[in-house]
């Protein structure tokens, strides 16, 4: 298989934490997130010519979350980050360091513009982890880009 590269960009608040919880709360909502299908039926039920039944969707994030590692995959999407930290690891966004945005934008203030033209940001992620800039637009705050892989 492979990990697939999922991004979305919101609008800026201060607090990145609120932005990271509405956007997951978005997505899971509008229910853009892999969910494991039951829709194919096992060994048997071709056998037998039965079909397996559309599995309940999942009631919160926390079981969507549960429910996609159960296959060791996660959900593909901006609810596999569960916390924002200094440090990359699994399931964690990460701030791109100040001395990555000069080197990759010129500016630690880059444009949205900047951030979606940049392969090299994106190279800079490892499988299950993800990682945030905040953009700029004339000097000011605009935007907050969120971005990772999936786990596999």
Known sequence: MGAEFWSYFVPYQEDIWVALEALREQ???????WQPSQAEP?????????????????????EAIKIADDSAI???????????SDTPASGT???VPRDDLHRLFGTEQPTREMVEESEELIDMIDRGQGIYVVTYQQGKPDGIYFAGYSYD
């Open 93 to 95: 966004l990460t701030r």
């Open 42 to 62: 096992g060994f048997f039920g071709r056998i037998l010519g039965r079909s397996s039944s559309k599995p309940r969707p999942p009631r919160s994030i926390r």
């Open 27 to 33: 997505e899971f909502r509008a229910g853009r997130f």
């Open 74 to 84: 996660g959900t593909r999407s901006i609810l596999d980050m569960e916390r924002i």
